[in-house]
């Protein structure tokens, strides 16, 4: 993990076309602001966990289903 110190309106570019710039900084609560392509998507890290367990399930199931068909 990269750790770095940034201010107020300061930012950091990942990969030439990402832009993440602070906004914000209320005592422990800081909002960023993030700048990247439509095709990149972009999720709080509690969303992006559920959708990763919804599609891991989903997959479990069809492939029960599957099997299931065969015997």
């Known amino acids: 993990m990269l ?3 940034r201010k ?3 930012a950091l570019v ?3 076309n990402i832009e ?3 906004l914000e900084i209320k005592g422990e609560q800081v909002k960023i602001g ?3 392509p439509k095709e990149v ?3 709080r890290k509690e969303v992006y966990v559920q959708i ?3 599609n891991e399930e989903a997959a479990d199931t069809e492939g029960l289903d599957a ?3 065969l015997l």
């Open 3 to 5: 750790a770095l110190s």
């Open 34 to 36: 993030i700048s990247a």
């Open 14 to 16: 990942i990969n030439n």
């Open 67 to 69: 099997l299931k068909e």
């Open 20 to 22: 993440i710039t602070i």
């Open 41 to 43: 998507p972009v999720y």
């Open 52 to 54: 990763k367990q919804m």
């Open 8 to 10: 107020k309106n300061e």
